[in-house]
């Protein structure tokens, strides 16, 4: 499963850049805005310090401004992924950005019709929202599910891109139900490395070791 970065905070990013796990990052409104960065200039900075796919989200309403939008953020850098919301607009302009070769991430996926109407637009990747499905009373999990079997039904080429993650088993069940990605806050990349057992497990034999005297180099 491909691992991408949600935040547009790029020293969080070098940082996590450094662990060579990270395929990709994805960005939104929201994130620019606590970014306090102009979307252009934290996106540039993004697509140089990680070779992957970035996602940029655009904003407008109508169709024309919207894929105006597109195709700008789209030139900022060759790894740009132009970010759409679910809308009948955002679908149309997905499907434009997609017949000339721009890959899209459309967001704000909460059901599985939703994503099947995207995967039928060209979309490269499709996000479901676990975290507030879950916030709201819903199953986000079953959202991935029922999306891996409609796309395999099919043969779409559409990947599974479980947005919203909140927790490392979050991205443990993204990972079982067959998302082909998952997009994690910094704080819940981190979770993933941790287990009581392996802190445990360290402190003993760094214990041990000690007893030994020896060092290794
Ligand atoms: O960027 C899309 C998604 O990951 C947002 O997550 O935590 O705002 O629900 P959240």
New binding site residues.
């Given amino acids: 499963m491909k691992i991408f970065i949600?935040t547009a905070e790029v020293s969080e990013l070098k940082l996590i850049a450094e662990t060579g796990l990270v395929d990709g990052v994805?960005?939104?409104p929201?994130?620019i805005a606590k970014s306090g960065r102009k979307i252009a200039d934290a996106i540039a900075e993004i697509c140089a310090l990680i070779p992957g796919p970035i996602s940029a989200e655009a904003v407008a309403n109508d169709y024309d401004t919207l894929l105006a939008e597109g195709r700008f953020l789209a030139k900022i850098a060759p790894n740009v992924v132009v970010k759409l919301p679910l809308t009948p607009v955002g679908l149309k302009v997905c499907k434009t950005l997609s017949d000339e070769g721009t890959p899209v991430n459309v967001?704000l996926c909460f059901s599985a019709v939703q994503a099947l109407l995207a995967a039928k637009a060209g979309a490269t990747y499709i996000?479901p929202?676990i975290?507030?499905l879950d916030d709201n009373g819903f199953d986000g999990m079953e959202l991935i599910r029922e999306i891996r079997v409609i796309y395999d039904n099919y043969g779409f080429e559409t990947q599974i891109l479980a947005?919203?993650?909140?927790t490392a088993n979050h991205v443990r069940d993204a990972a079982l139900a067959g998302a082909d990605c998952a997009?994690l806050?910094p704080a819940v990349f981190q979770a993933l490395y941790k287990h009581v057992l392996t802190d445990l497990g360290l402190e003993a034999f760094m214990k041990d070791w000690a007893k030994t005297g020896q060092s290794i180099l």
């Fill in positions: 949600d994805t960005t939104n929201s994130l967001t996000s929202f975290g507030r947005a919203s993650a909140r997009t806050p």
